[in-house]
């Protein structure tokens, strides 16, 4: 009788702790939205000329990668430069240097398309720029490097045009997405999709609290769909039950080579965004991106 009732007792004891704990997250999570970022960041003035170019920035990081840290900052505080219309912000997580529960097989396959294998790595319409990392302090160096490659893209003439919607009904969203005046269509010019939420609150070893647009899944395929005319059409439809499901599978599938260093897997699927790209496979150069919010 003696281990059920230390079990009861200790049961009881976690029960009374909970809102203490709680709370103190809660606090936590206050103290760091106040500190971070730990700089001002500026509003984009505008652009000089009559460019219509979306830059896409993919972010490959992670959350037990402390070098990281300064390379996410600067993301998270792009978005307070720049409107979607100007900026798309696509972070994909990855088990560097150890497991990261907001990785997933999508975006292994990604980092494996560009040939990514170290963090925090950063994308510019599909180049590699800007790279490196380091620690909070270095974050303001870091955005300011950022702005200096995305700055000069925004006056960049656009190859094509693209529109995308996103509706919500239950755990079902359907995504119609137009790709329209792209020059030289063909099979090596991709459609690609990206269902990113837009704040995940998972504390890990590096110790951010939260993370932005990050990738949940690539609807349609991580390979994308070739556009084969100028003016081309596509419907998808995410179930986001399979979403989970599918994320819970290649968590646990990877924990039995390395155990995750908490229990966390956040999956709360809240303040959905879908990001489409028009990608040239040949040069890897996005040409153009639209995001827009997933609405009920």
Avoid: W
Avoid at 66 to 75: I, K, L, M, R, Y
């Amino acid at each position: 009788m003696r281990p059920l009732f230390g079990l009861v007792v200790l049961g009881l004891v976690l029960a009374l702790l909970a809102p203490v704990m709680a709370g103190d997250e809660a606090t936590r999570d206050k103290e760091y939205l106040a500190k971070v970022p730990p700089f001002k960041p500026d509003t984009f003035a505008g652009r000089k000329g009559k460019s219509e170019r979306v830059v896409a920035m993919e972010l490959f990081t992670g959350a037990q990668c402390p070098p990281c840290v300064a390379a996410d900052v600067a993301f998270d505080a792009l978005n307070k430069t720049y409107k979607p219309s100007e900026l798309v912000l696509i972070q994909y997580h990855l088990h560097i240097p150890g497991p990261d529960p907001l990785t997933n097989g999508d975006t292994v396959a990604r980092a494996g398309y560009y040939k990514v294998n170290s963090t925090p790595s950063s994308l510019f319409n599909g180049a590699l720029k800007a790279q490196g990392g380091g620690g909070m302090a270095a974050s303001q160096g870091k955005y300011q490097q950022y702005r200096k490659v995305i700055d000069p893209l925004l006056e960049t003439g656009t190859a094509c045009q693209v529109t995308a919607s996103a509706k919500r009904m239950g755990d079902m969203i359907m995504i119609d997405t137009e790709v329209t005046g792209l020059s030289a269509p063909g099979k090596q010019k991709k459609l690609r999709i990206v269902l990113v939420e837009e704040t995940v609150r998972y504390v890990g070893g590096n110790q951010l609290r939260f993370h932005h647009h990050v990738v949940r899944a690539m609807p349609g395929g991580v390979d994308g769909v070739a556009i084969p005319e100028k003016a081309f059409k596509t419907a998808n439809a995410v179930d986001l039950r399979e979403v989970r499901k599918t994320l819970t599978s290649y968590l646990d599938n990877f924990a039995l080579k390395r155990a995750f260093p908490r229990p966390d897997r956040p999956m709360d699927m809240r303040e959905l965004r879908v990001i489409a790209f028009v990608q040239d496979d040949g040069t890897r150069e996005i040409l153009q991106a639209v995001q827009v919010e997933v609405t009920d």
